[in-house]
């Protein structure tokens, strides 16, 4: 079993800034994917972006230039930097881990744009 406990999200104004955290424990495999998903109100969850074990990122093109994911292999955390946000970010933001075999989820954390 593997838990993920989300941290970060809140209100901001468009144009600023808030840094999302997702620490996993439990069994941890050297080899896996972590990311983070979101889901705005009435919509489908999409990939925000993910990273692998080795450090390769990907991004929803929405989001590059803007949204930086990084990880601590160490303290097996996740980070995801959103910068210069637009109400249309808001949503509910989900962490992911992966593993072969195994597929985990957050819980959660809201994120609202707005002014």
């Known amino acids: 079993q593997v838990q993920l406990v989300e941290s970060g999200g809140g209100l901001v104004q468009p144009g600023g800034s808030l840094r999302l955290s997702c620490a996993a424990s439990g069994r941890i495999f050297s080899v896996n994917g972590m990311g983070w998903y979101r889901q705005p109100p009435g919509k489908q969850r999409e990939l925000v972006a993910g990273i692998n074990s080795l450090g390769s990122t990907n991004y929803v093109d929405s989001v590059k230039g803007r949204f930086t994911i990084s990880r601590d292999n160490a303290k097996n955390t996740v980070y995801l930097q959103m910068n210069s946000l637009k109400p249309e970010d808001t949503a509910v933001y989900y962490c992911?881990?992966?593993?072969?075999?195994?597929?985990?989820w957050g819980q959660g954390t809201q994120v609202t744009v707005s002014s």
């Open positions: 992911r881990y992966s593993d072969p075999g195994n597929d985990y």
